[in-house]
């Protein structure tokens, strides 16, 4: 088995780890990016066809090159992203390798072993930003199993013309549940079933105040301080254009939601029932960590528990890109930024010191 060796391996050639190449080799560091995929673009490559980003291209632009705008977009695309995200890549020469799939992680004495399917490396440290797409989430409600219709999740999901004429359910009430509900509007027999009433952002703010949230709540719990939140909280919907028009159209109207599934539809607790072709479970995702397994670091919720970015039982890895509590927002193009800046300073004064 091929044995490679370098100071720093970044999992994952998406946003977040871009990012962190972008910094460490501003900071002169040897390293090496492993990414699972067979082209760059990370996540953004397999997103649904009219997926839009929340803020303006200029807010939405990794650390040393701006997103440039899209003739004709204030949003920019899945598609824009992407290529922003591949000129990115080649405009800084970041030694992505690809598609090379991280197995696991191991310790090696004073390494990190990181095991893949073309072979092995050697690092003194290792930045894991994997992200979350990769791990879709869907909750155990009963019936699920005997329903017969279609059932996929965000992750699947491509264009409304895969459902044209079906009766559909979508459910959750976050960004991508409003987005893909106001997808279907128009085609479908749409049922939104979602916890609670939706609660829109002002239609003249967008994704920049869902950053500055998350900030403050980060800066607020390590000050010891209760989040009060503000203009914004982050489970609130950006109005894009496409949500603005089917709310404003009165085609986005919520359900509450159900209690069960049975073999047509769906079951509220009044009894209260839908058919249905096809649920959609817009339901979230959550952290993409197997490959950190043989470390033995996870801990509450499936997190590893970390300061700042840096693991706390292996003081060699750092994590980023996962939410919050790698850094504020750190899932978002926006808010990566900073968290992958500090990582990659930590992570040089390690090697330094070593």
Not at 24 to 46: C, M
Not at 107 to 126: I, K, M, N
Not at 208 to 220: G, S
Request: aromatic residues 8%.
């Amino acid at each position: 088995m091929t044995v490679q060796r370098t100071d720093v391996v970044i999992v994952g050639g998406g946003q977040a780890g871009l990012a962190a190449a972008y910094h460490l080799r501003r900071l002169g560091v040897d390293f090496v990016v492993l990414d699972g995929q067979s082209t760059p673009g990370g996540a953004w490559q397999h997103a649904w066809d009219s997926l839009h980003l929340f803020s303006p291209a200029a807010f939405s632009s990794l650390p040393g090159r701006p997103m440039p705008g899209q003739p004709g977009e204030t949003y920019p695309d899945a598609a824009h992203v992407v290529s922003y995200l591949r000129e990115y890549e080649k405009r800084y020469e970041l030694p992505v390798q690809r598609p090379v799939r991280v197995l696991g992680v191991h310790r090696d004495g004073e390494q990190l072993r990181v095991e893949t399917d073309a072979g092995h490396w050697t690092a003194r440290a290792v930045i894991s930003a994997t992200g979350t797409w990769w791990r879709p989430f869907i909750p155990a409600l009963p019936g699920r199993g005997h329903f017969e219709g279609r059932q996929l999740h965000t992750a699947e999901y491509r264009s409304p013309s895969d459902f044209a004429g079906q009766r559909v359910v979508v459910v959750g009430g976050g960004n991508s549940g409003a987005q893909i509900a106001a997808d279907l509007a128009y085609d479908t027999d749409l049922t939104w079933a979602i916890q609670r009433p939706p609660r829109y952002l002002p239609d003249d703010i967008d994704g920049r105040a869902l950053f500055d949230a998350a900030t403050a709540r980060r800066q607020a719990l390590e000050a010891g301080r209760a989040d009060t939140g503000g203009v914004a909280a982050l489970g609130d919907i950006v109005a894009v254009p496409p949500v603005r028009e089917a709310r404003d159209a009165g085609l986005l109207k919520a359900s509450p939601m159900f209690v069960r599934l049975d073999r047509d539809g769906v079951v509220w607790s009044d009894g209260t029932r839908a058919e249905a072709d096809a649920v959609i479970w817009c339901t979230g995702f959550r952290p993409a960590l197997s490959h950190l397994a043989p470390l033995g670091l996870r801990g509450a919720r499936g997190h590893i528990p970390t300061e700042g970015t840096r693991a706390l039982g292996e003081p060699r890895l750092h994590l980023l890109g996962y939410g919050d509590w790698t850094g504020p927002a750190s899932a978002t193009l926006i808010g990566v930024g900073r968290p992958a800046r500090d990582a990659a300073r930590e992570v040089a004064g390690l090697l330094a010191s070593g």
